[in-house]
């Protein structure tokens, strides 16, 4: 079996909530990837602004991410 086929395999018994984890991370490996190639082509005001915005997906993701940590926890003290 392959390493993709491996991947793959593994995927289908991730829950929801470990999918959008490993999509963000995945996100951050294609940037991660590009970003070395970028940043040495672009000035220091448009790479403030890449950082921003890279910030505010972030605290949106953790907004996001908060609110799923608080109902987990909800559950948890029910049981």
């Known amino acids: 079996m392959s390493l993709k086929e491996k991947v793959v395999e593994e995927l289908k018994s991730f829950?929801?909530?470990?999918?959008?984890e490993l999509a963000a991370y995945m996100t951050f490996l294609?940037?991660?990837s590009r970003a070395k190639f970028i940043l040495l082509a672009m000035n220091e005001e448009e790479i403030a602004q890449l950082y921003a915005?890279?910030?505010?997906?972030?605290?949106?993701?953790?907004e996001e991410g908060i609110s799923d940590y608080h109902a987990g926890l909800k559950r948890e003290d029910t049981h």
Do not use: I
């Open 15 to 20: 829950t929801e909530e470990e999918l959008k």
């Open 30 to 32: 294609k940037f991660r």
């Open 53 to 62: 915005e890279v910030g505010n997906e972030d605290r949106a993701m953790a």
